[in-house]
């Protein structure tokens, strides 16, 4: 199925599995951006994601899926250090990884995510779109990327 591009909250209901930027430093200040927002209305991935952090076991490029039915939310690794940029390598990595989740999956999941690595990862969208392409547009999911 064809990526669908949308300005919006990728946080709205109606997706069966929404994707969330992180870092590995899980310091436990609230964060910014998509992690933030999902970690205020979801605190029981953020109380997941901080024991992730302290017990080591997030690694950049890593995919780390959280919650369970009907809330299933991946965690997407695309940074070590918070202050530090995303880089590319790591982008690829998750969406790899999410691939092969979403194979494994039913086919019809709807996935709700936003453009990885940029925004505070600052990366820029003309990178990040081919590697979109690569790993998901051939999935027999429901991709729904969001900007705002």
Known sequence: MPITYLRGDALSDGAD???VTVNTQGTG???RGIAGAAYRKWPQVHTEYLRLCRDKELEPGDI????????NVALA???GDWRLPSKLVWVRQCLQKLQEHLIEAKPSHVVHMTKLGCGHGELR???V???YE???EDLRCDIR???L
């Open 64 to 71: 780390r899926i959280v919650g369970g039915y009907p809330l």
């Open 29 to 31: 200040v609230r964060s």
């Open 145 to 147: 990327v969001f900007s």
């Open 134 to 136: 690569d790993f998901l």
């Open 17 to 19: 599995l929404y994707v």
């Open 77 to 79: 690794v695309t940074k």
């Open 125 to 127: 969208w003309e990178d």
């Open 129 to 131: 779109e081919v590697l």
